[in-house]
């Protein structure tokens, strides 16, 4: 049965729109225009916004926990990925979404701390303080490797919207190739379950031509090589053998709550856990996610919950 969290009414904020802002939609308007009279250089400059993510400064709550991390770079595909660790213990990964960070999970890593984890947090290509101008989901997943190939293995991830289709999409390439250390456990925050879908909301946004849409389409393909609904996480999530719990917010303006569902609903075992008024980002600081969140990891991976009361705050994340 799904669950459910929900806020008292004071403490909720609704992300009530996923519009773009007015100098954004200037900019796509203006190649829907191009699009008309050139459709190819019009497909070009629309490939290149498309895979160019939103860079937003980091608030204080997140620099915090970092600066109390110990940081890394890692070399992956000559781009420089920023990357921070507390504790010790088996490791989580903190995946961010697309035009996000790492620290915009910066608060699941004391919880997981002091139940006996390590945690480690990484930006992605073109994100944060790594390295990189546009990314693709291949790229992204390419940087989880990475990043675990320098920290070892990984028994669990948190992911968030975007990162949930790059986390998937990571394990599921290893488990192609036949790795054995796999993680076995991963929370989906907020997973966007319709990649073509948002596809055809950018190209609606842009207003492109129908020449210029099948040139952007092709394109991209060209790029990751393969076409758009391959990272459907729902296409994909039953060949995955890890525990699932799916977390989304009712009031979710920029993933649908629907889409959430369908993934929990594709994946064998995998908890849905509906939240309210909590949107898409501030979902990630709600205590009671956190701890839904730290609880599912801790109870698949075999953590003793009793080691929090054995760390101060301090020496968790030291």
């Not at 009530?16 to 939609?25: D, G, L, M």
């Not at 920290?151 to 990571?170: D, F, K, L, T």
């Not at 796999?182 to 379950?193: D, F, Q, R, T, Y």
Request: some cysteine.
């Amino acid at each position: 049965m799904p669950g459910s969290l929900t806020p008292p009414p004071d403490n909720s904020t609704i992300v009530r729109s996923a519009k773009h802002p007015v100098f954004q939609r200037a900019t796509l308007a203006s190649v829907g225009v191009l699009s008309r009279i050139a459709p190819a250089a019009a497909a070009r400059l629309a490939k290149r916004l498309f895979l160019t993510p939103s860079r937003y400064p980091a608030p204080d709550r997140e620099r915090e926990v970092l600066a109390r991390g110990r940081p890394r770079s890692v070399r992956v595909a000559g781009r420089r990925i920023a990357t921070w660790s507390w504790g010790a213990g088996p490791r989580i990964l903190l995946v961010h979404g697309w035009g996000g960070r790492g620290g915009q999970l910066s608060a699941f890593v004391e919880p997981l701390v002091a139940r006996g984890f390590s945690v480690t947090a990484f930006d992605g290509p073109a994100h944060g303080a790594s390295e990189g101008r546009v990314a693709t989901i291949p790229e992204m997943a390419e940087a989880f490797r990475g990043v675990v190939d320098a920290v070892g293995p990984v028994r669990g991830i948190v992911a968030h919207s975007g990162g949930c289709a790059v986390s998937a999409w990571a394990v599921r390439q290893l488990l192609l190739e036949g790795f054995v250390e796999l993680p076995a456990a991963i929370a989906l925050v907020a997973p966007a379950a319709d990649f073509r879908g948002y596809l055809e909301g950018f190209m609606e946004a842009c207003g492109l031509s129908a020449d210029a849409r099948r040139l952007l389409e092709r394109g991209l393909e060209a790029r990751v090589g393969v076409p758009p609904e391959a990272f459907d996480l729902a296409r994909f999530a039953s060949e995955l053998p890890l525990a699932g719990l799916v977390v989304h917010d009712q009031d979710d303006a920029e993933v649908r709550w629907t889409e959430g569902a369908v993934i929990a609903a594709a994946w064998p075992g995998a908890e849905l856990v509906t939240t309210h008024r909590l949107g898409h980002r501030r979902i990630l600081r709600d205590p009671e996610v956190v701890t839904r969140v730290t609880g599912f990891l801790a109870a698949q991976l075999g953590r003793d919950p009793g080691r929090a009361g054995e760390l101060s705050t301090v020496a968790a994340l030291c």
